[in-house]
């Protein structure tokens, strides 16, 4: 698991390339709550994108 703060506070447009790059293999995101869940084509859990308080976005890669 690895943990990468984004430069931005919302789920906006550079957030999603930089899932993208790191994920490249990313394709929907599903989101719950505040928070999204980023999914590959067969449905199984990328990565995590965290809205946090007061903060910038955190990301959560579940596989390297």
């Keep these: ?3 990468i703060e984004t430069e931005y506070k919302t ?3 550079q957030t999603r390339k930089q899932i ?3 994920c490249p293999t990313a394709i929907r995101s599903v989101k719950i709550g505040t928070d ?3 999914k590959d084509k067969d449905n ?3 990565c995590t994108w965290h809205k946090r308080f007061l903060k910038t976005g955190l990301i959560v890669i579940h596989k390297s």
Aim: glycine share 0%; hydrophobic share 35%; no cysteine.
């Design 11 to 13: 789920y906006s447009q």
């Design 44 to 46: 199984k859990t990328l």
């Design 20 to 22: 993208k790059n790191l």
């Design 36 to 38: 999204y869940v980023i």
């Design 1 to 3: 698991m690895k943990q």
